[in-house]
T-cell receptor, first 110, second 116 residues
């Protein structure tokens, strides 16, 4: 099973770029990397998903190096409303299970 | 297009009672997943269902917990004879397909179960 390791918490200031790195040393060939965001008392919300190199959408970018043993979620110019827990997940190839770790608690300060 | 619906949002039960949690997946989604989240922890997979079938219940406790997803109606997670340790947030997610790889799961708002 591909476990993930993320920093427990991070602080940032409004307007800064935030990069959260996730390690997944045992990622399998067909596994995708997915990031979710969770606000208190809410269900997780999909942010971005990728397989290799770089993926960008309207809210974030995901950088995946060639060896795929890590990935970095990049949030440009964060605001106070980006304060949340961010989970890095690896989809287990051939199944549908996501393993959620404890995530990274991002706190954005004014 | 309404998202994943869960009800009730909050449920209080006394020890020994039954808890029934309901989940209506997004329109067009036939794959449902249940997760449990304890305070300050990540979500733990419990069970994966398709219409009328349990595909994987490897994350479900062997006793007191059951799940169904009938042909008509919502998916139900049932907890019999609840104990204080069952207090948690229970999230339901749905997806249009069950394959791994590129598979976004859409989560509901959760049901917060409190056992007194």
């Amino acid at each position: 099973l591909a476990k993930t390791t993320q920093p427990i918490s991070m602080d940032s200031y409004e307007g800064q770029e935030v990069n959260i790195t996730c390690s997944h040393n045992n990622i399998a060939t067909n596994d995708y990397i997915t990031w979710y965001q969770q606000f208190p008392s809410q269900g997780p919300r999909f942010i971005i998903q990728g397989y290799k190199t770089k993926v960008t959408n309207e809210v974030a970018s995901l950088f995946i190096p060639a060896d795929r043993k890590s990935s970095t979620l990049s949030l440009p110019r964060v605001s106070l409303s980006d304060t949340a827990v961010y989970y890095c997940l690896v989809g287990i190839s051939g199944t549908y299970k996501y393993i959620f770790g404890t995530g990274t608690r991002l706190k954005v300060l004014a | 297009n309404a998202g994943v619906m869960q009800n009730p949002r909050h449920l209080v039960r006394r020890r020994g009672q039954e808890a029934r949690l309901r989940c209506s997946p997004m329109k067009g989604h036939s794959h449902v997943y249940w997760y449990r989240q304890l305070p300050e922890e990540g979500l733990k997979f419990m069970v994966y269902l398709q219409k009328e079938n349990i595909i994987d219940e490897s994350g479900m406790p062997k006793e007191r917990f059951s799940a169904e997803f009938p042909k008509e109606g919502p998916s139900i997670l049932r907890i019999q004879q609840v104990v204080r340790g069952d207090s948690a947030a229970y999230f339901c997610a749905s997806s249009p397909t069950g394959t791994s790889g590129y598979n976004e799961q859409f989560f509901g708002p959760g049901t917060r179960l409190t056992v007194l």
